[in-house]
């Protein structure tokens, strides 16, 4: 087959490479005001009597019975009368008062869990999001950390990474060392029980002052910047989520070092399973030199493996299933996020399942797809409760090998 003569390419300079970059900023201003708009800002879905019931567990007539004794917020008609409406904020505060005795007890700390993969698109963030989102819903004060220099994290609640996020507002002043607590990055989000640490390129900068440091300083230990600076804040929240970048770099390994639980979403193909195995590997040697030559030693709570973005009907991700359950075993959380259209057009949109109000296709897909991340959620709030039960239980001296937090980090 013969070959059509091409023009020769015309030589591109950096000053190209910088023209293009302000051209995909402005594009994706543009995209966000027509996504967001007309506020250009991201709002909390709202909250029908059947939906508040259906987060409470409840019959709608427990609820319109509680609204008489008047403790509790009543929401509000919807502009024809038609329905009563509740704020996220409200909703919360019903989940908050039926849920107490699940909520975190006293004498426990927050719990860090950080989302972790070797390999991008495999809905690492999604899950980050999602998580926090469905254990608000479920009554939890939550704290998001983006250490993704990408920012994708930070975009899914409405911010520009490029133009909106600061290098104060990241953690890299943790990693340079002028700063010592997370507290000054910590962001409120749209999402009540949500607050946000950001992330932007600039963020890059830590994978250069890590190494500069642990070179520079006697007795600097890279891994522990992250570990040490959310110890100020584990008091304030009940979950810490931190979302990784797609690499096991230095912002990575502080992230699982300072964490009492790893997440690895891992869909169900031969590439990607590939690339979890080296992940481990990796994770194991880094880990071997980092700490058990010096005669240190960490510990997990918990680590599940999530099967993501599962396609039904490719027959080949049976055997890949199969594959996993028999490498990671007990760690493959009974439960997968199906690949589906509601699943694309949120992420389309900056969302998840959670921040849509409606779904204007099919409402057993949207079901489906709701239905799976409720699960996950649920399973993880099980992992989450079970280390406050060690923590609380180390601190009354009737669990002495139980594995609290606090042991779990060293």
Known sequence: MASSPLPAPRPISLSDIAAQAERAVAMMEQIRSAMLAPTARKEAPLFSLSQLASLLEMEKGSISHRLGKGDLPAGRLNASGSRREF??????????????????????????????????????TTTAVTLAQGLSLLGHRVLVIDTDPQGSLTTLFGILPDTEVEEQDTILPLAMGTETSIRYAIRPTYWDGIDLVAAAPVLFGAEFALPARQTQEPGFEFWR??????????????????????????????????????IMPLPPNALDFASASQFWSLFSD???????????????????????????????????????????????????IPKTAVTGVASAEFGTVYDVSRYDGSARTFKRARDAYDSFVGHI????????????????????????AKEGRR
């Open 87 to 124: 704020t996220l904020a409200e909703a919360r505060q019903w989940v908050r008062e039926y849920r107490k005795d699940r909520l975190r007890p006293s004498g426990a700390e927050a719990v860090t869990i950080s989302i972790g993969n070797f390999k991008g698109g495999v809905s690492k």
């Open 225 to 262: 910047v992250l570990d040490l600076g959310i110890d100020d804040v584990r008091g304030d929240y009940d979950v810490i989520v931190i979302d990784t970048p797609p690499a096991l770099s230095y912002t990575t390994i502080n992230a699982f070092m300072a964490s009492n639980g790893i």
């Open 286 to 336: 880094l880990t071997g030199e980092l700490l058990t030559k010096r005669g240190l030693d960490k510990h997990f709570d918990f680590i599940h493996v999530l099967l993501a973005r599962v396609d039904s009907a490719d027959a080949a991700s049976t055997v890949i299933r199969q594959w996993i359950g028999q490498t990671y075993a007990e760690k493959v959380l009974p439960v997968e």
């Open 381 to 404: 709030e099980g992992s989450v409760r079970a280390v406050w039960n060690g923590q609380v239980g180390v601190l009354n001296g009737s669990t002495p090998s139980a594995n609290p």
